[in-house]
């Protein structure tokens, strides 16, 4: 089985800065591409960041000049760094990866989510 477990979210003030981090764990053969979205409340699940295994970085416009992703490969792991928190980036933020297992082949797979609640 594989895992991804997403720690970092909190409460931050307007213009604050959070890193969010997600790990992938299992029975792991490669991991494509790693990314993050967010839900916020009464809204549609949306894209924020995605990187490939190249490490070329793709961003919403919206989050565009202040997040960053990175990832480290050795260690199946992506990384949120969110700079300039605006009270609109409040969601839940998860982490999606695709991986290929022996057992699934290709397949998508998310964390359970963590919470970023950016208020004053």
């Known amino acids: 089985q594989v895992q991804l477990v997403e720690s970092g979210g909190g409460l931050v003030q307007p213009g604050g800065s959070l890193r969010l981090s997600c790990a992938a764990s299992g029975s792991i053969f490669s991991v494509n591409a790693m990314g993050w979205y967010r839900q916020a409340p009464g809204k549609e699940r949306e894209l924020v960041a995605f990187?490939?295994?190249?490490?070329?970085?793709n961003y919403a416009d919206a989050v565009k000049g202040r997040f960053t992703i990175s990832r480290v490969n050795a260690k199946n792991t992506v990384y949120l760094q969110m700079n300039s928190l605006k009270p609109e980036d409040t969601a839940i933020y998860y982490c999606?990866?695709?991986?290929?297992?022996?057992?699934?082949?290709?397949?998508?797979?998310w964390g359970k989510g963590t919470l970023v609640t950016v208020s004053s």
């Open positions: 999606n990866a695709n991986i290929y297992t022996p057992f699934r082949g290709h397949m998508d797979y």
């Open positions: 990187i490939p295994s190249d490490g070329n970085e």
